[in-house]
């Protein structure tokens, strides 16, 4: 067994609690972040005069060596040991000797595995960014495409009010916009770096934080020693982050999920996207929305986990915090392979234009622009509301629409209808006319696009300043 705390014990650990303590078949991800914190502490050791610069290259070879092997599978990280670290280290010793044992000076594990963490969350958030970055491109291209697109716009899952497609894309936009707003305040409050706090209380050598902190792209060092190695809020925070992300797809799954039924019929989803049924020859099914949607709570699990896990622990350091790594790999691979998905369907897709201002004209949903027009030939809202409704329920009695009542039908409510009641409640109307920033109307969804594409321009995805 290759562990890094021997000196205090008379005899071996037990394999079964060896094998319960140790954190190598998981945290063995966290190879490449470890040995990059390792480079930039030796450097700093080197710098400070506590390590020769001899002995400095001679480790910074060892580390280069070791990731190459790994890279290239002449080298594996296996459950002889306990961890990433004892993995890095061990063989670090093996190769060049009494030197590799100075790499551990004025470091714990404590603070290693948080800025391991650390590292590897910081990249984590920087591609997901980049993933929901690529959706929102494929979002306002398709809003560019469907700004007359008309369709019905639901609440309560009726038919409510005429909107536009581009309108009811640029709604997900909006979410996803905030998600990677979400994103950003995470990288730049997390992006500080907790080597050099020790195990708790920092160390007596004359180490040079802020200058290892440079070295790995860090704001700076943190600003306390407990806190460095106790703080697992950022991946609180990140998975928060993709637990609101997972949300907001799986809500548009759900929408495409009944879009693509037989009863709607709005949404054509390539067959690249799509499966079959293997007994229904006819079946066209959306799988991949399906998993978005069931994937969702494997993301929110982490969360929750992690918040349980961390509720009762005292200050600094407890093996409990072990556990914030298995359910935080799986978020993420989850997230970013949904959002890669996602993205693809959405890209692939076709929507059926005559399909969805066909159903537009079902459902009474010009009724409002009934009760605007009274309201703008004089009549008190409460007053129109109640003659639109009165209307709505005639139409009901004899099975017909709005747009088929005669003139004299609306007359019979009120005398302030005229011949021009057709062309108010017209769908391109009732659309066209609601011009008021963030509405459906055509030229407000044109500035909509415009805004979109400015904001994308101006805020690539989230880089490591270096």
Same mark, same amino acid.
């Given at each position: ?6 000196? @205090? ?17 998981? #945290?063995? &991800?966290? %190879?490449?972040? #470890?040995?990059? /914190? ?30 190459? #092997?790994?890279?290239?599978? =002449?080298? +594996? ?48 958030? +920087? ?41 009811? %894309? ?6 996803? @916009? ?23 209380? /920092?160390?007596?050598?004359?180490? #040079? ?13 943190? &600003?306390?020693?407990?806190? =460095? ?47 079959? =049924? ?10 991949? !929305? ?20 961390? $509720? ?12 914030? $790594? ?10 970013? !392979? ?23 004209? /079902? ?14 030939? /004089?009549?008190?809202? &409460? ?27 609306? @007359? $019979? ?16 109307? +009732? ?16 500035? =909509?696009? &415009? ?16």
């Amino acid at each position: 067994m290759a562990q890094l705390w021997g000196g @205090r014990f008379t005899k071996a650990t037990d394999q079964a609690v060896y094998d319960f303590n140790a954190s190598i078949l998981f #945290d063995k &991800r966290l %190879l490449a972040q #470890d040995i990059e /914190g390792s480079r930039a502490h030796v450097r700093m050791l080197a710098k400070q005069q506590i390590l020769t610069e001899e002995e400095r290259d001679r480790i910074l070879e060892g580390l280069d060596g070791i990731e190459k #092997d790994v890279r290239d599978g =002449s080298l +594996c990280i296996t459950s002889a040991y306990e961890d990433v670290h004892s993995f890095v280290e061990a063989n670090l010793i093996d190769r060049i000797g009494e030197t590799g044992k100075k790499l551990h000076t004025g470091r714990s594990r404590n603070d290693q595995v948080a800025l391991d963490m650390r590292l590897y969350v910081r990249e984590a958030v +920087c591609r997901t960014d980049a993933l929901v970055t690529d959706l929102l491109k494929v979002l306002n291209g398709k809003m560019a495409e469907h700004i007359h697109t008309v369709m019905p716009g639901f609440t309560h899952l009726q038919k409510a009010q005429p909107v536009t497609l581009a309108h009811h %894309l640029g709604a997900y936009f909006e979410m996803f @916009r905030r998600d990677r707003e979400r994103l950003g305040d995470i990288l730049e409050r997390m992006n500080y770096c907790p080597l050099g706090a020790g195990a708790l209380a /920092g160390t007596t050598y004359p180490l #040079d934080r802020a200058y290892t902190a440079s070295l790995l792209h860090f704001a700076g060092p943190t &600003r306390n020693s407990m806190d =460095s190695v106790s703080d697992r809020d950022y991946v609180i925070e990140f998975l928060s982050a993709l637990s609101l992300i997972m949300m907001h797809l799986s809500r548009f799954s759900e929408e495409i999920i009944i879009w693509n039924s037989n009863e709607y019929r709005f949404i054509e989803l390539d067959d690249a996207f799509s499966t079959g =049924s293997s007994i229904m020859p006819q079946k066209k099914n959306p799988d991949i !929305a399906e998993l978005v949607r069931g994937k969702t709570g494997r993301v929110y699990g982490a969360l929750t986990a992690l918040l349980t896990t961390m $509720k009762g622990l005292p200050l600094a350091y407890n093996k409990d915090m072990q556990e914030d $790594k298995e359910g935080t790999f799986d978020a993420i691979d989850t997230v970013q !392979a949904c959002l890669a998905m996602f993205t693809g369907m959405l890209d692939t897709a076709s929507f059926n234009a005559p399909v969805m201002e066909q159903s537009a004209r /079902g459902g009474f949903i010009n009724a409002t622009d009934v009760a605007d027009y009274l309201v703008e030939h /004089g009549a008190a809202f &409460r007053d129109a509301h109640r003659i639109s409704g009165q209307l709505v329920l005639a139409c009901i009695d004899r099975g017909i629409t709005l747009d088929e009542l005669s003139l004299e039908d609306y @007359r $019979k409510e009120s005398p302030l209808f005229g011949e021009d009641i057709y062309e108010a409640i017209s769908l391109k109307n +009732c659309v066209e006319k609601r011009l008021t920033e963030g509405a459906p109307g055509p030229e407000a969804m044109k500035a =909509s696009v &415009r805004q979109n594409e400015a904001y994308l321009e101006a805020n690539p995805s989230l880089t490591i300043s270096e």
